[in-house]
């Protein structure tokens, strides 16, 4: 799958050296990228999604500069990895105070370029494959897949219950449990897909969650479910 990029940037020669530093970095190390340049920070806080997973920030901009669209960003979307760009480190170092990964001073060296984004592919391999974006009434959110409880279905409104809430998204259970499969997740009904980290206790068709939640296991889901949530159990005490 490809890194999801947007480059914030007002000069359109700064845009294109990140966009081709980016495309040595996939020739060199084979990681594939989908890039998307906005000129201005407005356009690119206009309807925002919450489905980047890397974001390069130039500081100095007209109309709205770098920081105050980074902190609108983090109201909008806690999670996505932030590098800001700019030829002032004092500005790039209170980046910090909106949750920034890094900075890169301009004009922009590949072999610090190389080496930061590196350093944010690595965060990546540890959290970008551990979530999902939902499409709300409210918005776009993204929900860190440990978070979620289980994901219940009623008439093709699915319902992520999570440690900090509900949200709720129309769609198809059968599709989201193809998403989910190997990571963790087990339907034992209809109407619930399970997260396995979740259940603490089984007794006959009934399981109870971390929350205290108690949901109904079906006959017909019954083996494949407990077989599913063994072996979960069987690999997360090999890795402990």
């Known amino acids: 799958m490809a890194v999801r990029v ?21 020739q060199e190390n084979g990681t594939q990228f989908h890039v998307r340049v906005f000129p201005n920070a407005i356009l690119f806080l206009d309807r925002y999604r919450a489905d980047y ?49 890094d900075y890169i001073v301009k004009p922009v060296n590949y072999y610090d370029f190389a080496l930061k984004l590196t350093r944010a592919l690595k965060r990546l391999d540890t959290t970008g494959d551990r979530s999902l974006t939902v499409s709300t009434k409210a918005g776009m959110s ?14 093709h409104q699915l319902t992520y219950h999570t440690v900090e809430g509900d949200y709720e ?34 007794h006959g068709y009934t399981l109870r969650l971390s929350d205290g939640t108690e949901l109904k296991i079906s006959q ?19 890795t402990e």
Do not use: W
């Open 6 to 26: 947007a480059i914030v940037e007002d000069e359109a020669r700064e845009a294109e050296i990140l966009q081709n530093y980016l495309a040595r970095f996939t």
């Open 53 to 101: 997973d890397l974001v390069y920030m130039d500081i100095q901009m007209p109309e709205m500069n770098g920081m105050e669209a980074a902190r609108r960003l983090r109201a909008l979307d806690e999670k996505v990895l932030l590098v800001f760009v700019t030829s002032l480190t004092q500005y790039a170092i209170a980046g910090y105070g909106v949750s920034a990964l």
């Open 142 to 155: 993204r929900i860190e897949l440990d978070d979620i409880t289980y994901i219940e279905v009623t008439n």
């Open 169 to 202: 998204q129309y769609g198809a259970m059968g599709a989201l449990e193809k998403q989910l499969a190997g990571k963790g997740f087990a339907r034992c009904n209809s109407c619930y897909l399970v997260n396995l980290q979740h259940v603490r206790e089984v």
């Open 220 to 238: 017909p889901k019954k083996k494949t479910f407990t077989g599913l949530l063994d072996a979960y159990l069987a690999g997360k005490e090999k």
